[in-house]
């Protein structure tokens, strides 16, 4: 299984960006899907996750309200849509993949997750 991430960028702090990542090499329903982000020195911070059907999604405290998880399992893909940005969301973002029997729920546990794709930086100036 892979995951390749895209859409990081520079953005001004207020604007928004959105974050696809991709898995191939297995079955994108069987797994639920989060994203995770990083800066130097901290540990990896809990971001957003989303059931294997889509029907349940969790967002950690700082970005919930601005962040929108999304996913296409017809596209094998888990989008994040970062709205009213922030100078302290700058990070290195990770998705990730955990391959789960339930369709319903999601976990914010790093340990939880099998599979890492290779992060996609978001910047955001003040």
């Known amino acids: 299984v892979q995951l390749q991430a895209s859409g990081g960028g520079v953005v001004q702090a207020g604007g928004s960006l959105r974050l696809s990542c991709v898995l191939s090499?297995?079955?994108?329903?069987?797994?639920?899907m989060a994203w995770f982000r990083q800066t130097p020195g901290k540990e990896r911070e809990f971001v957003s996750a989303?059931?294997?059907?889509?029907?349940?999604?969790y967002y950690g405290d700082s970005v919930s309200g601005r962040f929108i998880i999304s996913r296409d399992n017809a596209k094998n893909t888990v989008s994040l849509q970062l709205n009213s940005l922030k100078p302290e969301d700058t990070a290195v973002y990770y998705c990730?993949?955990?391959?789960?029997?339930?369709?319903?729920?999601?976990?914010?546990?790093?340990?939880?997750?099998?599979?890492w794709g290779q992060g996609t930086l978001v910047t955001v100036s003040s």
């Open positions: 990730a993949a955990d391959r789960r029997p339930s369709t319903v729920t999601a976990t914010k546990y790093v340990d939880d997750y099998e599979y």
């Open positions: 989303i059931s294997r059907t889509g029907t349940r999604t």
């Open positions: 090499g297995g079955r994108f329903d069987s797994f639920a």
